[in-house]
């Protein structure tokens, strides 16, 4: 916030000033990022960082995969599938967030969803769907160690 009243100047009328500030948010993020990867190397094998309970063995190699899936990703797609994926952000603001047109935003979606499938061998979302309903139909949960 301080960096944006600080910028105030520099906002212009008639934009939406959502985006704007998640805008100067996501910056600010990607330098501290950078930042810290210069200054901390070793920090993402801190034992600090580390959730205090794991989760199942299934769920917590599945999420790997998919954390590795992500990453592979080129970063407009992997921005894009962020945004909207994850923060539910819509189209529009992720258009306004990306400088680039809706049209834009859809593609790259969709060619991010279809990217992450691809490196999880996958052949379509509703493989997914179908293998987590499997799971849970034969007693695995999320939260158990061990088949009911």
Known sequence: MTKAL???DKFEPGTRLKSWLFTI???THYTRVKAAARE???LLDCASSRPISEATQDW???SKEV???IQKL???QREVLMLI???GVSYEETAEICDCAVGTV???LNRARAQVLEFLDERSPQTLVERHDHLLENGWDRGADQRR
């Open 6 to 8: 600080g910028n105030l």
């Open 25 to 27: 948010m996501r910056n």
């Open 40 to 42: 901390a190397p070793g």
């Open 60 to 62: 917590s190699l599945r």
């Open 67 to 69: 954390y590795g899936a």
């Open 74 to 76: 080129p970063a407009h």
């Open 85 to 87: 994926g994850v923060l």
């Open 106 to 108: 859809k593609s790259r």
